[in-house]
């Protein structure tokens, strides 16, 4: 049975600069990605999670977190439909029987048919875990490309005295609108009446563009795949004029230098965002858009800041619940949010990749999706494991 293309072909016919990324509507495979953080899950604990269209079982088991697919290989029901754990690293289905040990997603026994040649020879797939800065990372991708974390996280990320705070919550778009929304140097319009104006003093433009020199493409064999934005070297535009007058205009400081609440932006593969100095100046945003199908992405927020004695630590996590979580994760990127939910129908059949009208500072959305053409891993294909 031929089952119908999940991407228009019609559409990637005619974009062949950034053929790969339109291609990559269910998400690029062989990456990492964030699925939860590390304190939501105790130890013997199972969580069901959605990644790239595949549902998981994650389950702590002495401290180790593992990832085994969600169905069972009899007749291929969720074994979280209600999961039977008769030992600690085993989950046995509710159905029939058959018996999976998490680390290897072996089947170890089918309990009414004990004495099946079937035992021993066949496994559930299961992905490599990983946890670092409080949050656990899934590889979902082929056995014989995985790879560090550090190629698929941005710089400093992993720096030893980072602390990293942050939430999570299910956005309804695409993730590649999650994205482009996040490295969009445009879309800062609609954030010029953010309440982080009354926790920090910044200039805040209404928009700008790029110069020349200010976008770089990052490709370095052995590092992650991304794309800078240096807001030092943009034109920024303060007020909005309608036949003469000014109608709105950007918050200005005389106690600020520079044009904006952040020193740059940068995107990375498989789809992580950091802006620097923000959401003020010594903290750093990462933000992951991780693709749950081709219409939902797990919109993963976080906060870092070098810290390096308890007492800092613990000022940073007031402040982070106080200020920083309420007014930027919640306020500042709840426009975000709504934004990439309005745009989801202008994309959903695929042609909104040739009908946009891009303009200049969108140069920075175009050096992106080249990038991840050339760069993304593998493309995830449709599924029917959801």
């Known amino acids: 049975m031929n089952e119908e293309p999940l991407v228009n072909p019609d559409v990637v016919n005619m974009i062949s600069d950034w053929k790969g990324y339109v291609e990559a509507k269910m998400g690029f495979r062989n990456h990492w990605y964030p699925v939860r953080f590390s304190k939501e899950l105790d130890e013997g604990q199972l969580e069901v999670v959605e990644l790239l269209g595949e549902r998981l079982i994650l389950k702590r088991i002495e401290g180790k977190t593992y990832a085994m697919r969600d169905r069972c290989l009899h007749r291929g029901v969720p074994l979280s439909r209600k999961p039977d754990c008769y030992t600690k690293d085993t989950i046995t289905c509710w159905y029939h029987g058959y018996t999976y040990r998490f680390q290897t997603g072996e089947l170890v026994n089918i309990l009414a048919v004990p004495d099946s040649r079937l035992i021993g020879r066949r496994k559930i797939v299961t992905y490599p875990v990983q946890e670092a800065k409080g949050l656990i990372f899934v590889f979902l ?79 370095d064999e052995d590092g992650p795949k991304g794309v800078t934005d240096d807001f030092a070297q943009h034109t920024p535009v303060w007020d909005g004029v309608i036949d003469g007058e000014v109608v709105v205009s950007g918050p200005r400081s005389t106690q600020v230098k520079g044009t904006s609440a952040s020193v740059g932006t940068s995107i990375w593969l498989p789809g992580v965002l950091k802006v620097e100095s923000f959401p003020t100046v010594g903290m750093t945003q990462f933000e992951w858009y991780v693709p749950l199908d081709g219409e939902r992405h797990l919109y993963v927020q976080t906060i870092g800041k070098p810290c390096d004695s308890e007492q800092e630590r613990i000022d940073f996590a007031n402040e982070f619940e106080a ?46 999706r080249r990038l991840a053409s050339r760069h993304g891993r593998g493309i995830q294909q449709k599924t029917d494991l959801r």
């Open 323 to 368: 200020i920083w979580k309420p007014h930027g994760l919640d306020g500042f990127n709840g426009d975000d949010i709504w934004a990439r939910e309005v745009t989801e129908p202008f994309y959903a059949d695929d042609f909104g990749w040739v009908d946009e009208m891009l303009c200049e500072p969108d140069e920075t959305i175009l050096q992106w």
């Open 141 to 219: 991708g082929d056995e014989d490309q995985v790879h560090d974390l550090k190629k698929d996280v941005p710089p400093g990320f992993l720096d030893d005295n980072l602390m990293v705070l942050g939430k999570h919550r299910i956005v309804n778009s695409n993730w590649r609108l999650g994205a482009e929304n996040g490295f969009d140097a445009l879309h800062i319009f609609i954030h010029k009446d953010t309440t982080l104006r009354h926790y920090r003093t910044f200039n805040f433009p209404i928009g700008h563009t790029p110069l020349p020199g200010a976008v770089e493409v990052i490709e």
